[in-house]
């Protein structure tokens, strides 16, 4: 079957053909209904302008409205001897109407035209991942006011340091996500500008209307130079790939604290036989090989920036087939990170916190720093008391006391999520 931008005597060897496709027939699977999304709104830009009879273009339309369907229902493919998604389209649409399915690439590229269809996919993937995230973070948020006076030992350096809490190591994480979904906005915003019309990179000399298809797409602008335009290409799926590993950071940091907190010595938390594994040759183990894949998925998802960075960063203005790989690093990530975000959630609404921690000897001089500050508050300076507390330490006399109530923004007592949850608020105001 001829390719597109096939000549009518010219051929290409089958090995070239099978190299330079590759896996991207089954990723523009993925792109096929915002390719026909994409046509769609072309056609009927290209009925309005003149450039093609209005009523070809409503039956086009309509054409691509079965397509569509076809696609929703799971039954589109890309036929054998096919190149693309794109190819595909336009030949299920020349098999209905004829030559008005000819039509539809007048004033288009494959390379503005696979350009749209990514930044539809990504921006949609967008906002699944911040429905997603916002999920988890009301998990947290809801775990974190259960369990607010659950204390727990802090730590820096793995040695045993402060007091915490459950609700204020849960809220932590909480707050976290909403770093992580600003930073997935400023994907967001990246992805929903429209390239479409920008051609090959340098535009056509048919009188298109790019603001027209902008807005019929639902792009909140466009992209104005026809060169940049196609110069966004990698750059849009690098920055959701740096969004998409902030949120995988997070998942990732969780999970190890989860395995750490599940360890026998530490003992703050455990979770029903039902999310754990066993062992084939030691019966008492539970182990928690959801987090540990969590962790280990969502560190790679960390690495794909990097990935695409050694794939585009050393690319001239303009289009080269390299970009096509950005779709296999890219999309399957997508995926895993949704499918850690579900896994974690499943977790967190089973955790069951272990009660009265500390009442362990091990954990006697976690309220150190809370007899300083009470010698401190009866007028001690802080460098006496620390050294007056030092010194019970080291003589084995040292004695907790009750604990002080922790007033301050952020604290065991004073956790804050309210202010988080509004802080999150503000962050999803910038989705749609």
């Given at each position: 079957?001829?390719?597109?931008?096939?000549?009518?005597?010219?051929?290409?060897?089958?090995?070239?053909?099978?190299?330079?496709?590759?896996?991207?027939?089954?990723?523009?699977?993925?792109?096929?209904a915002y390719d026909v999304q994409g046509s769609a709104a072309h056609v009927r830009m290209l009925g309005e302008n003149g450039l093609m009879p209005p009523e070809d273009a409503d039956q086009a339309i309509l054409g691509l409205n079965a397509i569509a369907a076809e696609i929703?229902?799971?039954?589109?493919?890309?036929?054998?001897?096919?190149?693309?998604?794109?190819?595909?389209?336009?030949?299920?649409?020349?098999?209905?109407?004829?030559?008005?399915?000819?039509?539809?690439?007048?004033?288009?590229?494959?390379?503005?035209?696979?350009?749209?269809?990514?930044?539809?996919?990504?921006?949609?993937?967008?906002?699944?991942?911040?429905?997603?995230?916002?999920?988890?973070?009301?998990?947290?948020?809801?775990?974190?006011?259960?369990?607010?006076?659950?204390?727990?030992?802090?730590?820096?350096?793995?040695?045993?340091?402060?007091?915490?809490?459950?609700?204020?190591?849960?809220?932590?994480?909480?707050?976290?996500?909403?770093?992580?979904?600003?930073?997935?906005?400023?994907?967001?915003?990246?992805?929903?500008?429209?390239?479409?019309?920008?051609?090959?990179?340098?535009?056509?000399?048919?009188?298109?209307?790019?603001?027209?298809?902008?807005?019929?797409?639902?792009?909140?602008?466009?992209?104005?130079?026809?060169?940049?335009?196609?110069?966004?290409?990698?750059?849009?799926?690098?920055?959701?790939?740096?969004?998409?590993?902030?949120?995988?950071?997070?998942?990732?940091?969780?999970?190890?604290?989860?395995?750490l907190y599940l360890n026998q010595d530490f003992g703050f938390i455990s979770f029903p036989e039902a999310l754990t594994t066993g062992s084939s040759i030691m019966p008492h183990k539970k182990n928690p090989d959801v987090l540990e894949l969590i962790r280990g998925k969502c560190?790679?998802?960390?690495?794909?920036?990097?990935?695409?960075?050694?794939?585009?960063?050393?690319?001239?203005?303009?289009?080269?087939?390299?970009?096509?790989?950005?779709?296999?690093?890219?999309?399957?990530?997508?995926?895993?990170?949704?499918?850690?975000?579900q896994m974690m959630r499943l977790m967190l609404q089973e955790i069951k916190v272990t009660k009265d921690i500390l009442k362990a000897d091990k954990y006697q001089y976690l309220f150190s720093v809370e007899a300083v500050n009470e010698l401190v508050l009866t007028g001690v300076?802080?460098?006496?008391?620390?050294?007056?507390?030092?010194?019970?330490?080291?003589?084995?006399?040292?004695?907790?006391?009750?604990?002080?109530?922790?007033?301050?923004?952020?604290?065991?007592?004073?956790?804050?999520?309210?202010?988080?949850?509004?802080?999150?608020?503000?962050?999803?105001?910038?989705?749609?």
């Amino acid at each position: 079957m001829k390719k597109l931008w096939q000549k009518e005597h010219s051929s290409v060897s089958e090995i070239v053909e099978t190299f330079t496709v590759g896996k991207d027939k089954m990723f523009d699977l993925l792109l096929a209904a915002y390719d026909v999304q994409g046509s769609a709104a072309h056609v009927r830009m290209l009925g309005e302008n003149g450039l093609m009879p209005p009523e070809d273009a409503d039956q086009a339309i309509l054409g691509l409205n079965a397509i569509a369907a076809e696609i929703e229902a799971g039954n589109f493919l890309i036929e054998d001897g096919v190149e693309d998604v794109h190819s595909q389209v336009e030949l299920l649409l020349t098999r209905q109407l004829g030559d008005i399915g000819k039509m539809i690439h007048s004033g288009r590229s494959r390379n503005d035209q696979v350009a749209v269809d990514i930044k539809l996919f990504l921006r949609a993937a967008c906002i699944e991942l911040k429905e997603a995230t916002k999920s988890l973070f009301d998990d947290l948020i809801t775990k974190s006011n259960l369990h607010q006076a659950d204390l727990i030992p802090g730590y820096t350096h793995l040695q045993i340091a402060m007091p915490s809490s459950v609700g204020l190591w849960l809220g932590a994480y909480a707050e976290s996500l909403v770093d992580d979904l600003a930073l997935l906005a400023t994907a967001y915003k990246l992805c929903n500008k429209n390239p479409l019309g920008s051609g090959a990179g340098y535009g056509s000399s048919f009188p298109l209307n790019r603001k027209r298809t902008t807005e019929l797409l639902g792009f909140e602008t466009l992209h104005w130079n026809s060169i940049y335009a196609q110069m966004s290409r990698g750059k849009t799926e690098k920055t959701v790939a740096i969004a998409i590993g902030g949120i995988a950071a997070t998942l990732s940091k969780l999970a190890l604290d989860c395995c750490l907190y599940l360890n026998q010595d530490f003992g703050f938390i455990s979770f029903p036989e039902a999310l754990t594994t066993g062992s084939s040759i030691m019966p008492h183990k539970k182990n928690p090989d959801v987090l540990e894949l969590i962790r280990g998925k969502c560190n790679r998802i960390q690495a794909i920036p990097n990935e695409l960075t050694l794939l585009i960063n050393n690319l001239p203005s303009g289009y080269h087939r390299e970009l096509q790989l950005t779709k296999e690093i890219l999309f399957p990530a997508l995926t895993e990170l949704g499918s850690c975000l579900q896994m974690m959630r499943l977790m967190l609404q089973e955790i069951k916190v272990t009660k009265d921690i500390l009442k362990a000897d091990k954990y006697q001089y976690l309220f150190s720093v809370e007899a300083v500050n009470e010698l401190v508050l009866t007028g001690v300076p802080f460098r006496a008391a620390y050294q007056q507390v030092g010194k019970a330490i080291e003589a084995g006399t040292f004695s907790a006391g009750e604990k002080r109530v922790h007033t301050h923004e952020g604290s065991i007592d004073h956790l804050c999520n309210e202010e988080i949850i509004k802080e999150m608020e503000q962050v999803l105001a910038l989705f749609p």
